[in-house]
Nanobody
Framework: QVQLVESGGGLVQPGGSLRLSCAASGSISSIYVMGWYRQAPGKQRDAVAFATSGGITNYVESVKGRFTISRDNAKNTVYLQMNSLKPEDTAVYYC?????????WGQGTQVTVSS
């Protein structure tokens, strides 16, 4: 089964940027929707952004205009470019596919936005 490995997190000041990567151990080209999720301390895991294999993207309102999701099916990798980061973006970030094409969750990557 395809395994997901997230990376690219870290500590960044408010207003800073990070680029997250999600590398899949197998092909994701047949998975129509891939997405990024995040889980803040004491809260449930929520969706952040989705991208279809055809390039259609969707974002939750709180990250629109700041985050950009992309996917490289040839490299079996999904990216999340995060700009203008805010303290409320602090969370562990995961990638996965929603619904019936969901894969085992990876370990996530910690993003901390703090001065």
């Amino acid at each position: 089964q395809v395994q997901l490995v997230e990376s690219g997190g870290g500590l960044v000041q408010p207003g800073g940027s990070l680029r997250l990567s999600c590398a899949a151990s197998g092909s994701i080209s047949s998975i129509y929707v891939m997405g990024w999720y995040r889980q803040a301390p004491g809260k449930q895991r929520d969706a952040v952004a989705f991208a279809t294999s055809g390039g259609i993207t969707n974002y939750v309102e709180s990250v629109k205009g700041r985050f950009t999701i992309s996917r490289d099916n040839a490299k079996n990798t999904v990216y999340l470019q995060m700009n203008s980061l805010k303290p409320e973006d602090t969370a562990v970030y995961y990638c996965n596919s929603p619904g019936p094409t969901s894969l085992p969750w990876g370990q996530g990557t910690q993003v901390t936005v703090s001065s």
